[in-house]
């Protein structure tokens, strides 16, 4: 089945430290996009990519670094200069079929 | 960036009741489309709308694109426990080449068996 993999579920980061979210698709869409999600908020546009080679900074891209080599992949590495990285990330792509997003799971970070 | 504004925030209705949740733009859009969010995951679409007047349903649940572009409308019928959950409203701009959508803080429904 065709669909999106964020990889891992959850994650824990110490202060000061880098890590990346994994976000792999299959489903062939161009456009790969990168969400955060707060208690109680709506979601946050972090980063987007129309084509591979390309990003596009989003409304919250500071502290945030994307890149995408391949159609496929689109990992998301939240750098030490967030200072309040915890929440909920969601990764999508864009259906050329109904223009709308297809969502994978998601990944909870968690500074510790 | 900006925002849309969903209401109502949250719901708590009995089995069985209806419940109809909006979202309202400063701007005109072209699609609205429709989310449901369970807890840990990631949103599922439920419906979207591409042009003004436009009314669509996916079994108990009913969606408007406002005539005026800059609203939309949800309704979910005799609801049941499993409809628990956060239900987002997003639309893009007529104004937007890149196709991103853009976000409603969400209406959390609860159900009373």
């Known amino acids: 089945d065709g669909g999106i993999t964020q990889s891992p579920k959850y994650l824990f980061r110490k202060e000061g430290q880098n890590v990346t979210l994994s976000c792999e698709q299959n489903?062939?869409?161009?456009?790969m996009y990168w969400y955060r999600q707060d208690p109680g908020q709506g979601l946050r546009l972090i980063y987007y990519s129309q084509i591979v080679n390309d990003f596009q900074k989003g409304d919250i891209a500071e502290g945030y670094s994307v890149s995408r080599e391949k159609k496929e992949s689109f990992p998301l590495t939240v750098t030490s200069a967030q200072k309040n990285p915890t929440a909920f990330y969601l990764c999508?792509?864009?259906?050329?079929?109904?223009?709308?997003?297809?969502f994978g799971s998601g990944t909870r970070l968690t500074v510790v | 960036g900006q925002q849309l504004n969903q209401s109502p925030q949250s719901m708590f209705i009995q089995e069985g009741e209806d419940v109809s949740m909006n979202c309202t733009s400063s701007s005109i859009f072209n699609t609205w489309l429709w989310y449901k969010q369970d807890p840990g995951e990631g949103p599922v679409l439920l419906i979207a709308l591409y042009k003004a007047g436009e009314l669509t349903s996916n079994g108990r649940l009913t969606a408007q694109f406002g005539i005026t572009r800059k609203d939309s409308f949800l309704n979910i019928s005799a609801s049941i426990p499993s409809d628990v959950g956060i239900y987002f409203c997003?639309?893009?701009?007529?104004?937007?080449?890149?196709?991103?959508?853009?976000f409603g803080s969400g209406t959390r429904l609860l159900v009373r068996p």
């Open positions: 997003a639309g893009r701009s007529s104004m937007d080449s890149s196709y991103k959508l853009i």
């Open positions: 999508a792509s864009l259906s050329r079929a109904n223009y709308g997003y297809t």
């Open positions: 489903l062939n869409h161009d456009a």
